[in-house]
């Protein structure tokens, strides 16, 4: 379905300890919806904590963001986990990042997996469905967040959630629709000007360029940026602008 507003999202709250990880503050400007890490794959209850304050003084959906625990990996190696496994760890990771947003007086707004554990979840129907009962059973009021045309975009349907298909500002395609392997070399987009010309048409024209040069059908409800790159603040100052200068309005999936 062909759109003319968007959800823009950013992985953020990355950073651990004194390790500081990505442009926060900033970016945090610009985006109407923050997936927030709960401490498996990255973050610390610290930087949890600053990260909800964040999106609630810029107005900005709080998000989960849950993810395989490995810290040293940074959540992007696959582990092979069970479905009950992953049930719990999603539970788990919700109720962090919820006991902060109570602190506050806010609620959650969504729920986006990270890493390989998303990427799992975009082909794997018994692990997208474990993911989705978690949040259904923790609050069938929070959107689900997945990778557009996914098996995870199925079972949050299936589950009766709300469903937001994502597409990326910074990434490749496959001609499947999936994303580029980080280990592949044109897995990354690193011109901002190519990844805001991609993500306009991704949203005016329900479309977008696989690396074999074929063209996929896909559907934008939200647009990704990964807070960790250094582009990141220069990908979103410049998506803003130029989805407004095509007239698509940004505003938080469901505002």
């Known amino acids: 379905m062909i759109k ?3 959800d823009l999202n950013s992985d953020l709250g990355e950073s651990f300890g004194a390790y500081q990880i990505g442009q926060d503050e900033l970016v945090m400007q610009y985006i109407t919806s923050a997936n927030i890490a709960a401490g498996y794959h990255a973050g610390d209850h610290n930087v949890l904590r600053k990260s909800v304050q964040r999106a609630v003084e810029n107005n900005v959906g709080i998000g989960v963001h849950p993810g395989f625990q490995d810290l040293q990996g940074f959540g992007r190696r696959l582990l092979s986990l069970n479905p009950e496994e ?3 760890l999603v539970v788990y990771q919700i109720g962090a990042v919820q006991g902060f ?3 506050f007086g806010k609620e959650l707004n969504h729920v986006k997996p990270h890493g390989a554990l998303y990427n799992m979840a975009a082909k794997d129907k018994e692990r997208a469905q474990a993911i989705a009962e978690a949040i259904r059973d923790m609050n069938a009021n929070l959107i689900l967040f997945g990778l557009a045309g996914s098996e995870l975009v199925k079972a949050g349907e299936k589950a009766g959630l709300q469903v937001a298909q994502e597409v990326f500002a910074d990434r490749t395609y496959q001609p499947d629709g999936s994303l580029t392997p980080r280990t ?3 897995a990354i987009i690193s011109e901002a000007d190519e990844a ?9 024209e329900g479309k977008v360029e696989a690396v074999d040069g074929s063209d996929i059908v896909i559907q934008a409800d939200t647009i990704c940026v990964h807070g960790d790159t250094p582009q990141a603040l220069e990908f979103v100052q410049l998506l803003k602008e130029g989805l407004e200068a095509n007239d698509i309005l940004i505003k938080r999936v469901g505002s």
Do not use: D, H, Q, W
């Open 184 to 186: 592949e070399s044109n």
């Open 196 to 204: 805001v010309s991609r993500v306009i048409r991704m949203v005016k």
């Open 4 to 6: 003319n507003f968007v």
């Open 86 to 88: 992953i049930y719990n």
């Open 101 to 103: 947003a109570t602190l």
